[in-house]
């Protein structure tokens, strides 16, 4: 019995990184068995095994797919800019199954960025960017401008 509390003992301090009980190895003849390591049977380390390989795929496939939604958006950006495209992120958006979209909150600001183009495209958005500028400002660089051109055409031709 004191053994077995004595081996426990040195166990849990191997796991704390202390290092202790490298003696009682000597002694038992060696823990080869990375099971008995961890201080878990055979099963339950074969089905720790199997979780942390899990676990680790799950992660991976997010971490794809936010890379591919991240193309994706590139993508866009580059399609609405008229940039050169990026075979980067055309690799990263195959990787992912090509059945990547831009995430939800990105797409409802994209298609906000898309109506308020559309309205100041429109005659209406004209208008409104109009009303928005000082008319006393237009007069005067107009006025400027006139003015400016005259002068130079005066300089030019001697018949003015």
Do not use: W
């Amino acid at each position: 019995m004191a053994f077995f509390v004595k081996n426990m003992i040195s166990n849990q301090v191997k796991n704390l990184g202390f290092g202790g009980g490298s003696e009682e190895k000597h002694e038992e003849g060696g823990q080869s068995d990375p099971a008995a390591a961890q201080g878990m049977s055979r099963e339950e380390y074969e089905e720790y095994q199997k979780q942390m390989i899990e676990e680790k795929m799950e992660r991976d496939a997010a971490f794809t797919q936010k890379k591919a939604e991240r193309a994706c958006l590139r993508v866009h950006l580059r399609e609405k800019y008229r940039l050169p495209k990026s075979e980067m992120d055309e690799n990263q958006i195959q990787m992912a199954g090509d059945d990547v979209d831009l995430p939800e909150d990105l797409r409802k600001m994209v298609d906000e960025d898309q109506e308020e183009e559309e309205d100041k495209d429109s005659i209406l958005g004209q208008l409104q960017n109009l009303q928005n500028m000082d008319l006393d400002t237009i007069k005067e660089k107009a006025q400027a401008t006139f003015t400016e051109i005259k002068q130079t055409a005066e300089q030019k031709c001697s018949v003015m």
